[in-house]
Every structure is written in structure tokens, then in C-alpha cells.
């Protein structure tokens, strides 16, 4: 259950960069400064971009971000700089996998992101951030007396035996997330919440910085504890 990550550097020689590595920098300067357009965002969220093979993200994550199916995660609602990293960390080369599946290859993702460019991702990300979670996810097991406790437990105080901090220190006390911090968790599907803590513990999804933070903390937790916190979370109101 370990694994590290690296950083995504992309270097081009000095004469081409002499040459034209002053307008390159212009543009995407330019791009980044640009402010994100909501209306792009929908309309490639909505309908996806079939030029460039950008398929539409609603086939998967639900109208407006509101997802029907466990395996996808809602994203109404979630904040734009969150969205924006995870879709970057989803385009990262495929030596460089910052979000991969259990053998290492990169995601179902990677091909959708790989031609989208910066403003692409932010449009998309303000748009989604701009939603309603109308349809929120509920817990499994909350009739299971002790797998809530359990999950509580670990939700407001951790396993300091363990290392394992309180997931509200980050994500807060109802699981609404810190906005360009930490992503909200509450009303999240617990099958998804789940599958990223083992994919956290397992070291194929980390955090895109030399110290995988969430990486340390899943490793340090057993199945049982992880299914608990997963479930507490996404019913937490």
C-alpha cells in the first residue's frame, strides 16, 4: 500500500524557446488570466466537444452535475479549483499517473481531458461550482448502529492511536469541504468515497506533490474503518 508521485514538468529547447516561447508564454498567460466562462463550461459539460473528442461530461455525472450512478461522483457544487486540479491530475502523462487504476495505467478520464486545454477545465469547473446538489447521496448502512458510531468517531475525533487525524479538521464538522482546499464530501456517493480511500491507501491516486497527504492517512486505516467513514460522510448534513 505504498506509492509516490511526481510533478509534471515540460521543458522544450533554448533556441525554440528563444524562438517562440515568448508567444507561447502570452497565450497562456493570456488564458489564465482570462476570466472562466460559465456558458462554455455548460455547454461542453452538456454536450462535449466531438472535434476534438471531448466527450459530453453529462453522459456520466448526471444533469448539472447531480450524478445517478455510484461509480461517478457528484460535482455540482464543488469547488472550481478543486475541479480544476483533479482535471489536470486526470490529463497527466501516462509515465507520470497522478490518478490511476490499481495497476497503474491512467484512468477512463485520461482520454476525455487529453485535449482539453486550461480554459477548457476552468469553464467546466465554474460552471459545475455554480450548481445544486439536488440529489445527494445517502448512507448505506445508517441503520447499522455501529457502523455510524464508528464512522463518527473517525470523522470528528480520527484513530490518534493510529495517526489518523479527525476528517472534519479539512473537510469540516458537516462535510461541506474548505472551497479551493478541500472538496465537499457530504452527499458524495459512499461506493465512490470508498473506492478513493483505497485508491489513496493504495497509492494510485495522490495528491500530484511530493507528499501524498491523504495517501498517509487511508494507509494507516483498515477496510472496515474506511467503509465507516466513507458511509458517515456521505450522509453528514
Not at 455510524?148 to 479527525?166: H, L, N, T
Not at 456517493?189 to 478513493?196: K, M, R, T, V
Request: hydrophobic share 40%.
Amino acid at each position: 500500500m505504498k506509492r509516490v508521485l511526481t510533478n509534471i514538468l515540460v521543458a522544450g529547447s533554448v533556441l525554440a524557446g528563444m524562438a517562440f516561447g515568448t508567444t507561447a508564454f502570452g497565450a497562456e498567460a493570456a488564458a489564465a488570466s482570462a476570466v472562466p466562462d460559465a456558458e462554455k463550461g455548460a455547454a461542453l459539460y452538456t454536450k462535449g466537444d466531438t472535434s476534438r473528442g471531448i466527450l459530453a461530461c453529462v453522459a456520466c455525472h448526471g444533469a448539472n452535475g447531480n450524478s445517478g450512478v455510484a461509480m461517478y461522483p457528484n460535482l455540482a457544487g464543488m469547488p472550481h479549483e478543486y475541479l480544476t486540479l483533479q482535471l489536470e491530475h486526470f490529463k497527466a502523462p501516462a509515465d507520470k499517473v497522478i490518478r490511476g487504476t490499481p495497476d497503474g495505467k491512467p484512468t477512463a478520464m485520461a482520454p476525455i481531458v487529453a485535449q482539453m486545454t486550461k480554459e477548457d477545465m476552468q469553464n467546466l469547473s465554474v460552471f459545475l461550482s455554480k450548481q445544486q446538489l439536488t440529489q445527494p447521496a445517502k448512507a448505506k448502512q445508517g441503520d447499522n448502529r455501529k457502523v455510524v458510531e464508528r464512522g463518527r468517531q473517525i470523522w470528528r475525533a480520527g484513530i490518534p492511536d493510529r495517526g489518523v487525524p479527525a476528517c472534519a479538521s479539512c473537510h469540516g464538522a458537516t462535510g461541506q469541504g474548505i472551497p479551493s482546499a478541500f472538496p465537499r464530501l457530504s452527499g458524495q456517493h459512499p461506493e465512490y468515497l470508498e473506492a478513493q480511500l483505497h485508491a489513496f491507501a493504495d497509492g494510485y491516486r495522490t495528491q500530484g506533490g511530493a507528499e501524498n497527504m491523504m495517501g498517509k492517512i487511508a494507509n494507516r486505516m483498515n477496510k472496515a474503518d474506511i467503509q465507516a467513514v466513507a458511509d458517515y460522510a456521505a450522509g453528514i448534513r
